[in-house]
Nanobody
Framework: HVQLVESGGGSARAGGSLRLSCVRSGDSYSSYCMGWFRQAPGKEREWVANVRTLDFDRDTRYAVSVRGRFLISQDKNNGTLYLQMDRLQVEDTAMYYC???????????????????WGQGTQVTVS
């Protein structure tokens, strides 16, 4: 049974940085697509970024709103997924979720329904 556990959320000032982590367990380590979503109060959950793991972070995609400020990456040794968030804006305030697909293809995977496994979320508040 695959489990995803996020951590690293918290409060930050506008212009500051936070790094989120997502630990995956419950299955063998292999190539797959993982991503980050976020949901602000009163808004729908939106895709933030994704990466095809084991591809040395070359196959990454970002939402326009975070491109150039956020970086998705993976620890090659243990598979932990990260989201480095720099130059934070108040509009980045949301609950952030780690998600994983059952397949390795990341292209076009921007909808919640494209992902099968979900973490419980970690809150990010920017003021």
């Amino acid at each position: 049974h695959v489990q995803l556990v996020e951590s690293g959320g918290g409060s930050a000032r506008a212009g500051g940085s936070l790094r989120l982590s997502c630990v995956r367990s419950g299955d063998s380590y292999s190539s797959y697509c993982m991503g980050w979503f976020r949901q602000a109060p009163g808004k729908e959950r939106e895709w933030v970024a994704n990466v095809r793991t084991l591809d040395f972070d070359r196959d990454t995609r970002y939402a326009v709103s975070v491109r150039g400020r956020f970086l998705i990456s993976q620890d090659k040794n243990n598979g932990t997924l990260y989201l480095q968030m720099d130059r934070l804006q108040v509009e980045d305030t949301a609950m952030y979720y780690c998600a994983a697909r059952k397949e390795s293809i990341c292209g076009g995977a921007y909808r919640q329904s494209d992902y099968y496994f979900w973490g419980q979320g970690t809150q990010v508040t920017v003021s």
